[in-house]
């Protein structure tokens, strides 16, 4: 079991590696396009900032949160967006400064929640370990998102644990995401880790069952890869139909992602 420690030395560890994949980029490289929606390496790295403050805000700024989740109401679809795209026309030089002081400010609200109390959120309230689970699924995903497209190869890590257990837990969610009721199976995942260590969930005797590569289940559970380019499988139909909508992330699912051969260059 992760304890509130082990998973923000993961986190740091992970926004690390991306803080030096962006920090000697020239201003016209920041403005490279990372997705097909058309966000740039500087939107990637405005996102995660806002979430970072924001996440500190749930902590410590109640009055400061409460007006975030008026606004987020009032534009449900496009809130998130429009405050990325904002912070991301920040310069470089201000922007990358300001997302790791926000990184610091949050590990200090996160370590300074009393034991047993859970930070509010867009969704249910979460523990600390939950939220910084989802923040370093996020920047994982996020650094994925620019690594690509400034044609880094990432490195396979252990870390990507984090992501899987919050693919598998999101089960119920995923579904419900999608207007589907949530299938009354329980699916025993058993996934391979890029150390060679078996990470598994669920009931070893359940019927429905996935398995396959941990990286790769990762890649598919944060929508940066199709089924078809990844090494996982399922037994079961509701374990298949799973695969086909599983999502790590809060809100709704976006575009389903195309498989590789399929994709256009992005501009």
């Given at each position: 079991?992760?304890?509130?420690?082990?998973?923000?030395?993961?986190?740091?560890?992970?926004?690390?590696?991306?803080?030096?994949?962006?920090?000697?980029?020239?201003?016209?490289?920041?403005?490279?396009v990372t997705t097909p929606e058309g966000w740039t390496v500087a939107h990637q790295i405005a996102h995660l900032h806002w979430t970072d403050?924001?996440?500190?805000?749930?902590?410590?700024?109640?009055?400061?949160?409460?007006?975030?989740?008026?606004?987020?109401?009032?534009?449900?679809?496009?809130?998130?967006?429009?405050a990325t795209d904002e912070l991301a026309q920040e310069p470089p030089e201000a922007l990358l400064p300001a997302w790791r002081q926000g990184?610091?400010?949050?590990?200090?609200?996160?370590?300074?929640?009393?034991?047993?109390?859970?930070?509010?959120?867009?969704?249910?309230?979460?523990?600390?370990?939950?939220?910084?689970?989802?923040?370093?699924?996020?920047?994982?995903?996020?650094?994925?998102?620019?690594?690509?497209?400034?044609?880094?190869?990432?490195?396979?890590?252990?870390?990507?644990?984090?992501?899987?257990?919050?693919?598998?837990?999101?089960?119920?969610?995923?579904?419900?995401?999608?207007?589907?009721?949530?299938?009354?199976?329980?699916?025993?995942?058993?996934?391979?880790?890029?150390?060679?260590?078996?990470?598994?969930?669920?009931?070893?005797?359940?019927?429905?069952?996935?398995?396959?590569?941990?990286?790769?289940?990762?890649?598919?559970?944060?929508?940066?890869?199709?089924?078809?380019?990844?090494?996982?499988?399922?037994?079961?139909?509701?374990?298949?139909?799973?695969?086909?909508?599983?999502?790590?992330?809060?809100?709704?699912?976006?575009?389903?992602?195309?498989?590789?051969?399929?994709?256009?260059?992005?501009?």
């Open positions: 079991m992760s304890t509130l420690d082990t998973v923000l030395d993961d986190l740091a560890a992970e926004s690390a590696q991306l803080d030096t994949w962006v920090a000697t980029l020239t201003p016209d490289q920041w403005t490279t403050v924001t996440s500190t805000y749930a902590i410590n700024d109640k009055e400061a949160f409460d007006a975030l989740i008026v606004a987020a109401l009032e534009n449900p679809e496009g809130y998130i967006d429009q990184r610091t400010s949050l590990v200090e609200a996160l370590r300074s929640v009393p034991d047993g109390t859970k930070v509010p959120w867009f969704g249910p309230p979460m523990s600390p370990v939950s939220m910084v689970t989802a923040r370093l699924m996020e920047t994982w995903a996020h650094g994925h998102d620019v690594a690509e497209a400034l044609g880094i190869s990432v490195p396979r890590t252990d870390r990507a644990r984090h992501v899987c257990h919050i693919g598998v837990r999101t089960f119920a969610f995923t579904h419900q995401m999608r207007g589907e009721e949530v299938p009354d199976v329980q699916v025993r995942v058993e996934l391979t880790a890029p150390s060679g260590e078996l990470w598994t969930w669920g009931p070893e005797d359940a019927a429905e069952r996935v398995t396959g590569d941990g990286w790769d289940f990762a890649l598919l559970a944060t929508r940066r890869r199709h089924r078809s380019d990844v090494d996982v499988h399922a037994e079961g139909a509701a374990a298949d139909h799973w695969l086909d909508i599983v999502q790590a992330f809060a809100g709704l699912p976006g575009n389903d992602p195309k498989p590789l051969a399929e994709r256009t260059p992005l501009t």
